[in-house]
């Protein structure tokens, strides 16, 4: 092995939101002196404005340190940062497996959650030397022996294995460096052999085309080489290649162990997939490194213009924001209420959130976002069988055989006080409890098998409100499963609203209909005439109420002085009911179409 | 062949501003001032003599000499607080002077507790043959709602006089809390035994920053909930109906033929000198607005420069919005040609009782009018 090898440890950052995991790294850039302090701002990882906004990590963004142990040599410390999010647990799992070790990082206060233990079984599965970190030490509230207490259940470590710091104030931080050196195994691999190195996260850059972001198990990579991707059979030749500083440093090569960039120069991110494999074109090794799969959306929605001149722009927006997202997939739509839009499916729905707040804000877009929804596989009575991710799309339940739904495994940690609580609107959703245990004397680790549909609702915002916000909810996709659903209409005046039928279970279907009534009642405004609001299961009319026209307005007088006023109201008004989406004679508001979610049960 | 009408649409309209009152009610956000005195008032006169001074240079409507002086009208404020002597000065210096046809409609308004017998002669004389009231009601308790001065008997004499000496009579009304039902019908009725012919009937509005707004925002006056308000203005439109005056626009009715004509120019896009503080005018394309405050709008005149606060030029678009939503005001409504394909649901309307179609033309009913808000911005958005 290499002495430079033998000196590099790469490792990832494993945290539930909040924990601390960007202000972390930004002490290790501090301390390292990657970053000098006129360089120093807050989660100087995080890039985006929606990221440092929402304190969250969206896209990986790894960096190479460098640290001099007391009396011992420089190392090369390669630190990936993950983002933290259920709805990212792929392109986590990817960065899990281009690290020889992981920081799990919990607060000093709110312990363990469900999203630090399914990140760490994920880690645990790629056989990564665990650190146990315990954050925030410096909050007066903190109980770093509770929480030690906590780790050493779950990790059967020694309590003095455990690493106490603030990432706040900096301290404990050196001995975390020397935790990382001491303990992380330095990787192995062959310089001389055959290539093979992990894209554990891709970018779209306007200048050099699609940049794979890569951990070289084995060989070495030189600029202007021709690299071959497993996933794709497709070849790239290497216009730049290097490392990870606070911006990208170009290098000769990349060899075995290390973590850097490739500029393929590919038009689209999507070729350059997120676990897939890198070789050479001319030097192969034997095979893919385990574990690529496409990431798959899960929850999808219509996205609409308010206004139809944006169709053109809506449809440019997505394309850029496809460029360096591979996991964004929409397909043009027609809807009857909403004109042409599109189809977007998401890994999950903070994956959706984001990208529709990019698209209003960085494209100043004004969107009809209909509610989210799932992929159900449908069986019809003649054999045939398909995917609908819209529920509009659902042929007459008398013709179809079975309509299978996804289930996801969901897991809840939580203080015990709120068990039954969970369990209930859990059972609400039509979830089956499959597990139960306490981790410690006051928190339990429950698990659901939940039709995403019922997640994707309301179950979060449900569970933070029943728990006064103390659970933490992982989930991962477990199967398609068959159930008796049926396909909820809505009409308006008589018409069916194609962008707010629903798929629910048959037994719901009716308190489903009256409570979407009652909401729809209160979201659409009084206007010129009277709106009747109708929920349907194929003919069968299940709930109906009506929004009232508007009884009177104003009716100022308007003589000489009152005509430009007038007008430049009218005007205004016109701006203002941007919003607004015009179905047949009613103006339907934005949130109208997502009363499923706001719906109490 | 030419109707009335016609005749109108030809000849040019004319608006003086009064900015004076006697005190301030407590719904009124018009440019006004009760802080005045003869020095002010004569000022005023010489101000507005100056303003057609200075405008005859710039306008197209004085210049070209085509155009007769169709109507006239002197609003306020409270014209009927000119000392007759300044009245007379106002009104040889403009409305004398711009060629009035010779059946020209010269309309001032007149507080009822401010029309002498000898005041009311001298603006006869002057060649006012419309003068329009404001009474507002009859009703005690609405008449100090509305911070009044005058009660109904005063109020009753001065209709009394208006109908012996003026060809035509107009009176002011105000839908306001605290009045029933009963009690609007009969003062209706009394008012056009009195021999009112036209009526302008407006429901209660508070605007921002009148003292009618400060005593609902500390509870001391509470306004009707909406259906009784609407219930409200559809009885006294049919009420009028029945009494003979037909509903020719939103807040107005009359007996037919005796339709304000200044304020069908309005509506019907008939070009208008204005002259005033805070009067607006509007010739093609322009139209301006003058300064508000008469120390302002004299001290502007003063440096010999057009006293205008704000100018609006307005594009083909806005004239187009304005002609469909102003004809959509009027009893005769708005020509379906005008309209875009499927700006309206036509049929829900009818259903509804908001419109009727009747040759070629969109015409709302009173109904309709009561809603006339949400019609406007359905149509203004379906005009590009």
Redesign the interface.
Known sequence: MSEALARTRNFCIIAHIDHGKSTLADRLLEHTGTLTGKDMQEQVLDSMDLERERGITIKSHPIRMEHTPPGDALHTLNLIDTPGHVDFHYEVSRSLAACEGALLVVDAVQGVQAQTINNLYLAVEHDLTIIPVINKIDLPAARPDFIAEQFMDLLGCDPDEIVLVSAKTGAGVDDLLGAIVERIPSPEGDAAAAPQGLIFDSVFDPYVGAVAYVRLFDGTIKKGQKIRLFGNEKIFEVSELGWFRMKRVPRPQLTAGEVGYIATGAKDVRHVRVGDTVTLAEQPCDGPLPGYTEAKPMVFSGMYPTDNDQYDDLLDALEKLQMNDASLTWEKETSAALGFGFRCGFLGLLHMEIVQERLEREYSLNLIATMPNVEYEVVMRDGEAFLCENPALLPDVREIAEIREPIVRASIIAPKEYVGAIIQISLDRRGVQTKMEYLDTERVNIEFDLPLNELVVDYYDKLKSVTKGYASLDYEYLCHRPDDLVRLDILINGDMVDALTCIVHRNNAYSWGLKLCQKLKELIPR????VAIQAAVGTRVLARTSVK?????????????D??R??KL??K??EG?KRMKQV??VEIPQEAFLAVLKVER | MTTGQDRSCRGGGL?VHVPFCASICSYCHFARTADHDRAARTAYVDGVLAELALRRESCGLLRDGGRRLGTAYLGGGTPSLLEPVLMERLVAGTVHTLDPAPDCEFTAEANPESLTADLAACWRDLGVNRISLGVQSLAPPVLKVLGRRCGPDTARRALALAGSVFPRVSADWILAPGIAVAALRDELTEAVDLGVEHI?F??L?VHEGTPLAADLAAGKLRLPP??R??SL?LEAAAHLERLGLRQYE??NFARPGTESRH?QG??RGVP?L?LGP?????WGRR?Y?NLANPVAWRARLDADELPEAEV?LRDTA?RR??RV??AL?TGDGVSLAWLPAGA??LA??HR?G?WETRAGRLVLTPRG??????????L??SLA
């Open positions: 206007q010129m005439f009277a026209a508007f009884r009177k307005n104003v009716t100022a007088k308007c003589y000489g002085g005509i430009s007038k007008r009218l005007e008004q016109k009911k047949g004679s | 608006y302008s407006y429901i509005e909406d259906e308000t609407a203005y939103v807040s304020n309005y509506w208008w204005a805070a009067a607006h005018g509007c139209r607005a609006d806005a919005l304005e939503v102003l005001r309206l649901d829900a309307g509804e908001l009018f009561l809603r006339i808000d949400t019609v406007e911005e359905h203004a958005r």
